[in-house]
């Protein structure tokens, strides 16, 4: 199997199925290296990482963007993923440091490390005055059930998703992927039965990411009742969009008076992106600047009202 990460897409020749699956050792890897995440941390924000790029690959526009978070009130504490509409993604577990007894031999607890009682909710920057905000309830925490739960109670979409993360013994990924198959408006009992009993077939995605199977072999395994079209394939990447200019116009955001209370400080201040951990200092005279700068917008704001 290719260590390229990329996201497949197909559909059923019948037009009632369409599907997705997702390899993405390497940007599950990454993340694990910037955030230093323990193994059952480094599964459940693979998992995330993996559906937030299935589900950020849908989106229509170039623009848009998709926002996957997770609080469940486990002891990992919230996950946050942000993907394009490509599928390039980035995100972050509050506490990557917890660790947790194994389910049963070979199997992390990702449910107990993320808890079932809380939310999931997804943001759809759809580039309109307000963005679409859909939520629901956690039923296991494993994340894959949580995201079929979501298309069926949010978005209407009959879903069947499986992720799963392999992690070595010295804590590296040494697989990651899933899937991510949706019925048509239109799809009969029939076509219903056969991904069904396709899904059950498969199994569990871990054993077969084990043996090397790629997305393209993924949907064909689980779809095998059903001639399949391949659409497209994406390249997809752990991908960190910040940027000193965002972070400042973030600090300006925060007005003259607390901004001069930072330039106070001799020091300056210094500000990491939570995401991929690059950190960026500015000095007391820039805070003095941005302040200065705020509040000459603020007076100008005045003056036009």
């Known amino acids: 199997m290719s260590d390229t990460d990329k996201i497949v897409r197909a559909i059923t020749s019948d037009g009632a199925v369409m599907a997705a699956a997702i390899s993405a050792r390497a940007l599950v890897e990454q993340a694990r290296q910037i955030h230093t995440t323990l193994p059952v941390a480094t599964a459940a924000l693979g998992r995330s990482l993996m559906a937030a ?38 995100g972050y577990v509050d506490n990557p440091f917890v660790h947790l007894p194994e389910k ?5 607890d990702v449910g107990a490390a993320v808890g079932r009682d809380g939310t999931l909710t997804v943001v759809k920057d759809l580039g309109l005055r307000e963005p679409y905000v859909g939520s629901v309830p956690l039923v296991s925490g494993e994340i894959a059930e949580d995201v079929t739960s979501y298309f069926a109670v949010s978005e209407q979409f009959p879903t ?3 992720l799963g993360v392999l992690v070595e013994r010295d804590q590296s ?5 899933g899937y ?8 009969d009992e029939e076509t219903i039965d056969r991904v069904e009993a396709g899904v059950r077939a498969f199994g569990s995605v871990t054993p077969h990411l084990q043996e090397g199977l790629g997305p393209e072999e993924m949907l064909r395994a689980v779809l095998s009742g059903f001639s399949v079209e391949i659409l497209d394939e994406t390249p997809v990447a752990y991908r960190c969009t910040c940027s000193r200019e965002r972070y400042q ?8 008076a607390e901004l001069e209370e930072l330039a106070a400080d001799a020091d300056g201040a210094e500000l990491k992106c939570q995401f991929c951990g690059k950190t960026y200092h500015f000095s007391s005279r820039e805070l003095g600047n941005l302040a200065a700068e705020a509040a000459g917008r603020d007076a100008k704001q005045e003056n036009q009202k």
């Open 160 to 162: 069947a998703c499986a």
């Open 180 to 187: 991510l198959i949706q019925l048509l408006p239109g799809a």
């Open 173 to 177: 990924v040494a697989a990651a992927g």
């Open 104 to 108: 049963y031999q070979g199997k992390l």
């Open 249 to 256: 116009r973030g600090l300006l955001s925060l007005g003259r």
């Open 53 to 90: 790029s299935l589900m950020g690959n849908q989106l229509k526009n170039e623009e848009d963007s998709l926002t996957l978070q997770i609080r469940g009130g486990g002891p990992l504490g919230g996950i946050t993923c942000v993907s394009d509409a490509q599928g390039n993604v980035r």
